[in-house]
């Protein structure tokens, strides 16, 4: 199974601040990679796709980047509305694995 | 306006059995693949299954295999998972997703809102 681990597991970062979260896969798998967000109670929302795609309807201050084993999603700009729990995950081979998460803060 | 709504969770006694169901609207629901992914209360997102949109392709998670079992009923924009031999850790909120247009059977672009299961005597 390919692992995914995120880093950092959690960040607090004020309303403006430029904010990356880190994504590495246990082996390569090109751009098969998506990021989605989550609020406590609701159900993930899909932000990112093909690595880098973003689906529609989210603001463009959402952006994705890499291939291969390392990838990044960048908030420019982070909102109050940005709160809320990241997660990516690799679909390019089953068993499909998700990261362990990182929670966004906002000071 | 895509909608996924899930339903058929509850409690239930470990070894007994369960079936969601998950009804889709504002697509058309037999072009497109559909999974299952689920959470246990306060932990991450586990894939449970994928169905390809004809039904002849199923994938599972080896901790559902043989246990579980996904289908759909096109004529009735319906996606099911049978939960059979149920243990305490498949205790979780259960969510129906929807594949994208890429194609990718992983890729999901839309999900529901979620259907509890609770195994436990």
């Known amino acids: 199974d390919i692992q995914m681990t995120q880093s950092p597991s959690s960040l607090s970062a004020s309303v403006g601040d430029r904010v990356t979260i880190t994504c590495r896969a246990s082996?390569?798998?090109?751009?098969?990679l998506a990021w989605f967000q989550q609020k406590p109670g609701k159900a993930p929302k899909s932000l990112i796709y093909?690595?880098?795609s973003l689906q529609s309807g989210v603001p463009s201050r959402f952006s994705g980047s890499g291939s291969g084993t390392d990838f990044t999603l960048t908030i420019n700009s982070l909102q109050p509305e940005d709160s809320a729990t990241y997660y990516c995950?690799?679909?390019?081979?089953?068993?499909?694995?998700f990261g362990p998460g990182t929670k966004v803060v906002i000071k | 306006e895509v909608q996924l709504l899930e339903s058929g969770g509850g409690l239930v006694q470990p070894g007994g059995s369960l079936r969601l169901s998950c009804a889709a609207s504002?697509?058309?629901?037999?072009?497109?693949?559909m999974a299952w992914v689920r959470q246990a209360p306060g932990t991450g997102l586990e894939w449970v299954s994928t169905?390809?949109?004809?039904?002849?392709?199923?994938y599972y998670a080896d901790s559902v295999k043989g246990r579980f079992t996904i289908s759909r009923d096109n004529s009735k924009n319906t996606l099911y998972l049978q939960m059979n031999s149920l243990r305490a850790e498949d205790t979780a909120v259960y969510y129906c997703?929807?594949?994208?247009?890429?194609?990718?059977?992983?890729?999901?672009?839309?999900w529901g809102q979620g259907t509890l299961v609770t195994v436990s005597s």
């Open positions: 997703a929807k594949g994208s247009d890429s194609g990718s059977f992983g890729d999901f672009d839309y």
């Open positions: 504002g697509f058309t629901f037999s072009s497109y693949a």
């Open positions: 169905l390809s949109n004809s039904g002849d392709g199923t």
């Open positions: 082996q390569g798998i090109t751009s098969y």
């Open positions: 093909a690595a880098s």
């Open positions: 995950q690799q679909y390019n081979s089953y068993p499909f694995t």
